[in-house]
Structure formats: structure tokens, C-alpha cells
């Protein structure tokens, strides 16, 4: 059977997962009417199948299983087939992968639901193979057990269903807190989150292993609002031990997904934009605390990894690649210390080897992820070569054995653009041009914010994927705030007024969109999207963070930049719904966390007037940018700059010294004096 044998539906769609499956003998849907209106007037149950482009068990399963015609016409008989991009569709992941949870105590993708002809949820799993096999039942006779089910019991799945759906809006409800918030509540999730620090490895909890971004987040957060040593040395150690994992790809720069062991040694070698967008700030941030140079190579190996392999010439941000090259995962990241001695030669090999734990046993199937188990100095004295000629050597080797890799066959990669992921990255590349004084990362941001703009946004709304020139489908909560974040810290970096005047409009968008006027807080879908069986909202920081942490933070930091005090109102709202549940479960709520420390924070206001260009200018915003500042707004103009004076209510008043360059500091209502030099600024700023 060749690939082309069968067409369904999804040849039309333009998300890769999608098209991936094209050309299976399956009769898939994608998810629409069609779909939904097929299954109500054939009363036949819905197979709802949800996973991505960069999911290795989802390409095992559609092999096994989809490219099978046997099972094909088992679905096709029984069931209307459904495929969904998780990605493009994040609403009904949240939605049928709390109910795989609720079902089976576990969840994962690819996600397998059945559902009722009115979409909701009776049976679900995730991964099945295509015969019984390991204590799991096989996928056919899965399909023949719940195709009977649905047909001889109709009443017992209809029992089932209905308590999914009332589990369902009852996990949804959320109750306002009537406690006074105060950082006991901050120093309380501290001590829940350390419980589970990995003292050997770093990192929190076993195997598997991923990068807790957020939650260090939090605890850089709290080393500066306490001078907590603890929680600075958890960062500091994780932050390295992941550095030094084969987690990190060693040559290219970029986090791959996660780590399989406890170690960070052996990833899933897929990487992710988002991921790399959240642990480049990160690093940008410890970098700011520690000045570990370490930290700075790490977030511009990041950055420049994005810059390179996934950004669009337009300017868009592309989400994934994939685990696999050549039907083998982590084949393209691999080597042998045959290959690298035929490309370094036999004493450059032998000292590459020494540094990056090397062997000809291998740590991955017989061959190396490379990674570091101790410091060039202990390499160096090992090895009997001074530290400056080793360090010259690895400089050499990485060189060399990238250019290599490049000419292998690269994993595939998911060329969609998405909005909420393009909001998070963006933001990682505004701050990081102020804190590294990297021009060419402001461009990169600046090109963003203008492609989204042009390309993602259709009468006042924002869309919440681009691919093949095509952009569709209604923004989530998390595409209007994680934006909305990205162009705030795209102003106050720039201070170009344009990205400002965007984030206000897109807040008032989001608000009249997403608020919930009844209960507080954001829903997850807008009030010009579809109506599913439910209208959830989204809390928890997961694999990227909740809509609602990053709207938090996003209405306090417009909110004074805007003078705006129901911004501000809101924000507490939703604090205080999540209040309770940040002390139960506080790992789940890293980027919460940081927004309630900066509502109980004095938050710094930071003006600086004066002419762009100017050295003097430069100077005093270096001052800003270089050290660590977690709660702060900045605006920067240029005297001259009318426009921004309207509309910014911080810069009213202001004006340059002596026709200086000038620093304003405010915080708590109350302000410092003006200052014209970076040291005054920085005895005001740092404490």
C-alpha cells in the first residue's frame, strides 16, 4: 500500500499533524459541524483522537494502528472519526483530557475519547497497541467492546456520560477567597515546593523529568523579596545540572521536551518553542542574579537556536521538531567516538570525549548524548592540558561536529504559527536585548510583534494559528495574554509607544471576550467561540502557563502603566479564586506565584526620559536591565515624544534634568528623587 492509496478529510486542513494523517485509510474528520451533525443524524459514537506533530507515541500509534486497514475499517464502520491538532484545538484538549483523567486516573497523548453523539465523553484511554499486548488491551478489540457497548447498553453510557459532564462543570466552578492575601501564602507554597527538591540531580521529584521553569521562576522571586540563600542555590544548581544534561542540546543550543531519567541525561528528543521560551528567560534571569556567564550562554544558545532553526522569514515563531529523523528517535543528536574521531582526529577526539562523557559503550542505544559530568578544569588536569588549550579544543570540536550534524537528515519540523507560543517567546527576546545589549534579538522581537499583528489578528480579535498563509481559528485566553505580556515587555524595552497602545487595546479585547462577569476570572474560550459541552477555565501551569496566571500579571503591569485601577481589581479577583488551591498544590502554580508576588510587592514604576539614542540614555537603562528587578514597570521616552506623554499617565510631569537624561523611581505612592547618573540610579534601585 503506498502512502497516497487513501485521501480523507484532513487533506485540506494545514496543521502537519493533520496531514500526517491525510492519507490513512481511516475516514477521518477534522473537528467541525460536518463531523458533529455526521455523527447526530447517524447516531453512530464519536472516536475523538487528540495529539501533536512533535509526540512520538502518537506517530507509533497511527503506524500500528491507523495505517492498518483492518482496524481503518473497524473505526470507519463503528465510529465518526475525529482528529485533532491539540495544538490549534488546546480548548478541547483541556476539556476531553480532564475527562481521560477523571476515567482513567491518568493522562498523555495520543488521547483516545470516545464520545456521544453530543460530544461528550463515556470512555477514554490513551495509547493502545494494535493487538493485546503488556497487560493493555489491544485497540481492536477496544473498538469492538465500545461499539457494542454504545449499541446494546445505551442507557449505562448514557449514565456514564452524564457523569462526566457534571464531574466535569463541577471540577470547572472556582470560589473567591475571602482571606486577606499576604506573603505568608508566598512564603507557604515555598516550603510545599521544596519538599520534593532532587538535592542530587536538581530539579523536583524522578523520573521522568522536566524543566520546572516556572516554579524557579518563583524561587528567584522569592530570593529576592526574602534574600532566601536556599532558594537561589535550588535555582542555581538545577539551572546547571539541566545545562550540563543531554536535555540541552550541547552543540545546537535548545531544551529538548524532557528528560526520561532523573539525571537529564537521555531526553525525548523533541524540542519545543514554548519550552525554550520559558527556560531562556529563566536563565536570562538567573543570569541577572548570579552574573554566572554559564546562564548567559545558555539563554543566548536558546535564543540563537531559535533565531536559526524556527523562526520564519516573516517573522513568525514555528512551534516544534520533531523527536525522529529517519524513523529513529534522537538519531540527528547522537554519535559514535568513531564518528567523532574521523572529524577531530585521534587527540582532539580523545579530549572532546574526556569533557562531554563520551565512550564507546555510549549512554543512548549504543551511542552518546553529549553531556558534561564535571568541569573543564577537572578535564584538564585529567587529561594533563591546560584549562585555555582544552577550552580551545571544545570550542573546535562543537564547531566542527554542528557543521557536521547540519549536513544530516533534520527532524521534521511543525511549521504552524501560534499565537500564545509566539507571545512567550517574544517576550524572552525583548528582555533578553535589553539584558544582553543584543540589537539583533530586538529586531527578532520587533518582526514578531509586527507578523502577529499583520497576520494573526481579523476585526479586533486575535486568530490562533498561521500556516501555508492561512490563519484561523478563534484566539484562546492564553494566545490574548501571553501576547499582550510579549508587547508590554516589547515596550518597555523599546520604548517604542506603538506595542503599548496594541497590549491596552488587546486587554480590553480580552476582557470583554474572556471575563466571567458571574464568578470572576477568565474563561478559557471567548464569548465569540463555539459552544462545547463546557465553558472551562484554566488555572493550573502546566507544560506552558495558565491564561489566567499570565492575565493576572499582564492586567497589574498594564494596569499601572495605564493608571488603570480595575486592571488592577481583576488581578486581585483572580488571586483570590486561586488562593486555595495555591496552598494545596503550590507546584502547581508557578507562574500564579509569581503574580501574587508582584501584587504583594512594592512594585517599582520606572521612568526614564530622555533622547533614544544618547550614551548618557543607554547608560541609565543599563542600569535598569542589568540587575535582577522582578516586579517593575518601565517606560522610557524621548522629551519630544508627545504621543507617548498622552498617552502614558507614568510620564505626565516628567521631564529631563538640566536637559539630561533623567531617572524617575516610584514605588508605594511615593517617589524618589529624580536622577541623572547610573550610579545614583543604582543606589535608588538596588537595596
Known sequence: M????????????????????????????????????????????????????????????????????????????????????????????????????????????????????????????????????????????????????????????????????????????????KELLSSELLMAAYRGIIKSYDSTNGGFGG???????????????????????????????????????????????????????????????????????????LYLHYYQVSHDETARLVAEGILDYVMREMTDPAGGFYSTQDADSEGAEGKFFVWTTGEIKALLGERDADLFAAYYNVTNAGNFEGENILNITRKVSEAALAKQVSVEELSATLEKGRRILFEAREKRVKPARDEKILTAWNGLMLASFAEAAAILKRPDYLEVASNNARFVLGNLRRGGLLLRT??????????????????????????????EIQWLEEACTLTVTMIDEFWDDEEGGFFYTGRSHENLIVRSKDFFDNATPAGNSVAAEVLLRVGLLSDNSDYQRRAATILRLMASSVERYPSGFGRLLCAFDFYLSAVKELVVIGSPDSFEMQALLAEIWTPYLPNKV????????????????????RSELDGSPTAYVCEHFACKRPVTTPAELAAQLHR
Open 2 to 177: 503506498t502512502e497516497q492509496a487513501f485521501a480523507n478529510r484532513l487533506v485540506n486542513e494545514t496543521s502537519p499533524y493533520l496531514l500526517q494523517h491525510a492519507h490513512n485509510p481511516v475516514d477521518w474528520f477534522p473537528w467541525g459541524e460536518e463531523a458533529l451533525e455526521t455523527a447526530r443524524r447517524e447516531q453512530k459514537p464519536i472516536l475523538l483522537s487528540i495529539g501533536y506533530s512533535a509526540c512520538h507515541w502518537c506517530h507509533v500509534m497511527e503506524h500500528e494502528s491507523f495505517e492498518n486497514e483492518a482496524i481503518a475499517k473497524l473505526m470507519n464502520d463503528n465510529f465518526v472519526n475525529i482528529k485533532v491538532d491539540r495544538e490549534e484545538r488546546p480548548d478541547l484538549d483541556q476539556i476531553y483530557m480532564s475527562a481521560v483523567q477523571m476515567m482513567t486516573h491518568h493522562g498523555g497523548w495520543p488521547m483516545t475519547v470516545f464520545l456521544t453523539p453530543e460530544a461528550v465523553p463515556f470512555y477514554a484511554g490513551t495509547y493502545f497497541p494494535p493487538e493485546d499486548r503488556h497487560n493493555m488491551p489491544g485497540f481492536p478489540r477496544v473498538l469492538i467492546s465500545v461499539a457494542d457497548a454504545y449499541r446494546q447498553r445505551p442507557e449505562d453510557v448514557q449514565q456514564t456520560a452524564e457523569s462526566v459532564l457534571s464531574e466535569l462543570k463541577r471540577s470547572a466552578a472556582t470560589r473567591e477567597s
Open 207 to 281: 523520573a521522568p523529568k522536566f524543566p520546572p521553569a516556572m516554579v524557579l521562576e518563583f524561587l528567584l522571586h522569592t530570593f529576592y523579596r526574602t534574600g532566601n540563600q536556599q532558594a537561589l542555590e535550588i535555582v542555581s544548581y538545577t539551572c546547571r545540572k539541566m545545562a550540563e544534561g543531554g536535555i540541552y542540546d550541547q552543540l545546537g543550543g535548545g531544551f529538548h521536551r524532557y528528560a526520561t531519567d532523573a539525571r537529564w541525561l537521555v531526553p525525548h528528543f523533541e524540542k519545543m518553542l514554548y519550552d525554550n521560551a520559558l527556560l531562556s528567560r
Open 466 to 495: 498561521y500556516k501555508d498563509s492561512q490563519a484561523k481559528l478563534n484566539g484562546y485566553l492564553e494566545d490574548y495574554a501571553f501576547f499582550i505580556d510579549g508587547l508590554v515587555t516589547l515596550f518597555e524595552t523599546s520604548g
Open 634 to 653: 518601565v517606560a522610557q521616552a524621548s522629551p519630544k515624544d508627545v504621543a507617548a506623554f498622552e498617552a502614558i499617565p507614568l510620564l505626565q510631569g
